[in-house]
């Protein structure tokens, strides 16, 4: 702690770093100051990207490509977070290392100076870097609009187009691109046996039937091994089978690779995410205490935005606790007995109790235009109409305004 301001810093200001930030200063914020009006907070954010990027609904922005479409999911996050005035502060930067003994981390900004930065409590929410950056920020937030209106040209005047990956961007992207441009060939490569890998092979069966009745090929047990460009410029595309295939448009929409190199690496788990409880979402590696991790970063998380979303009250609760046991010097109570621990600390309501993470199964909405796609809810396939109206007229976008600008919290 710099004085008497608690410093709270997430590293990563997308959709749960965003969602945590917002979290913190509209209720736990609050809500510690009033029982204990002494201590004051502050929360920074860090983060390549100026903009927030609602990358739900990139495959749709990216068959549309129109301007009112991207304003709608690239945000500017300080315009986001202007209503706490100088409770927040944003950081236009990349963590590059981390201190746990000294509770710093250095920031690579992106005018390339070099800063080190102190935290009383540590959030990471870096997530993930795909290989495109149509899916997710490759620093600033303009790659991926450049990337999006580039990939978007060349679909308008494509007559061929292979998707690399069966997951949900991969199929979603599939079914988005052959609607809006239905005379363009598709070909999806699953890379396994099977699309949507991470849902029911019910499911999976069902969005192979969709894609190859809008006219997609499907491939699966094939995988790219090299790209290169052709001496016009087309992608060239090596198989695991040893073919080659010459496109006009290749779409990688295979996952990506987790932002935790600025970690010590004993922090980490085999795949390289953060290893967090899974119930209180604390990273569980020495010299980690007042640390969290929310999102595709961790550990607890199936990559997927329910579980960066649902994440967001539990870490809440966990920096609240941890706050409260800090001020009150070392008074802690074993994790089993959180609630005790709030009658400790004077006028404690219970709105700043232990709450646990719990992830939403069974739900997985994969849109293939307007008026196709597969989905399920609590684990129950649902019919196309209903999939239509949830997520496939617009992949959620009205959400994207109100999770950047905090009113969803
Ligand atoms: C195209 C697409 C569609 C999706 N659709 C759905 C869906 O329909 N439903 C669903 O549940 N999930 C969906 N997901 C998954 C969902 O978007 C992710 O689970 C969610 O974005 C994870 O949030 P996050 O904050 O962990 O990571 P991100 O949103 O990726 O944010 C990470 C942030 O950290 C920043 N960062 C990276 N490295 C550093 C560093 N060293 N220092 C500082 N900042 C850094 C990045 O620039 C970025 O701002 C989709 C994903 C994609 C790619």
């Given at each position: 702690m710099s004085g008497s301001t608690y410093e709270i810093v997430i590293v990563g200001g997308n959709l749960g770093g965003v969602a945590v930030a917002h979290y913190l200063l509209k209720n736990t914020i609050p809500a510690l100051r009033k029982q204990n009006n002494s201590k004051s907070f502050h929360v920074t954010i860090v983060s390549p990207s100026s903009h927030y990027f609602w990358k739900i609904a990139a495959p749709r922005v990216l068959v549309k490509g129109e301007e009112a479409l991207y304003e709608q999911i690239l945000r500017p996050i300080d315009k986001g977070f202007a209503k706490y005035g100088d409770l927040f502060a944003y950081i236009q930067g990349a963590a590059i290392a981390t201190d746990p003994a000294a509770r710093t981390i250095r920031v690579k900004k992106n005018d390339s100076q070099e800063e080190s930065i102190h935290y009383d409590s540590l959030v990471i929410a870096t997530g993930t870097t795909s290989a495109t950056p149509l899916w997710t920020l490759h620093g600033d937030h303009l790659e991926t609009l450049n990337a999006l209106k580039t990939t978007r040209e060349e679909l308008s005047q494509a007559k061929t187009v292979l998707v690399a990956g069966g997951g949900a961007v991969g199929v979603e992207s599939s079914g988005e691109i052959v609607t809006t441009f239905p005379n363009v060939k598709v070909t999806i490569l699953s890379?396994?046996?099977?699309?949507?890998?991470?849902?029911?092979e019910s499911l999976g069966k069902a969005a192979e039937t969709s894609l190859k009745k809008l006219g997609v090929e499907v491939i699966h047990n094939v995988r790219i091994t090299g790209s290169e460009k052709t001496i016009d410029g087309h992608p060239k595309l090596k198989l695991s089978d040893g073919t080659e295939r010459i496109v006009d448009v290749y779409i990688d929409g295979t996952g990506g690779a987790p932002?935790?190199?600025?970690?010590?690496?004993?922090?980490?788990?085999e795949g390289k995410r953060v290893q967090v409880d899974?119930?209180?979402?604390?990273?569980?590696?020495?010299?980690?205490?007042r640390v969290y991790a929310v999102g595709d970063a961790a550990s607890y998380s199936k990559q997927s935005w329910l579980d960066t979303d649902s994440a967001v009250i539990p870490v809440a609760s966990s920096i609240a606790v941890d706050i409260a046991t800090t001020l009150n010097q070392g008074k802690a109570p074993s994790q089993g007995m959180l609630g005790s621990l709030l009658g400790y600390?004077?006028?404690?309501?219970?709105?700043?109790s232990q709450k646990k993470f719990s992830p939403m199964k069974g739900i997985f909405l994969v849109p293939m235009g307007p008026s196709h796609g597969v989905g399920m809810l609590m684990g129950f396939e649902i019919p196309t109409f209903m999939l239509s109206l949830i997520k496939?007229?617009?992949?959620?976008?009205?959400m994207s305004r109100t999770q950047w600008n905090g009113d969803a919290r």
């Open positions: 890379g396994t046996d099977r699309l949507l890998a991470r849902s029911t932002n935790t190199d600025w970690l010590p690496a004993e922090w980490l788990n899974d119930e209180s979402l604390r990273v569980t590696g020495p010299d980690a205490s600390v004077p006028g404690f309501g219970s709105s700043l496939g007229k617009s992949y959620f976008l009205s």
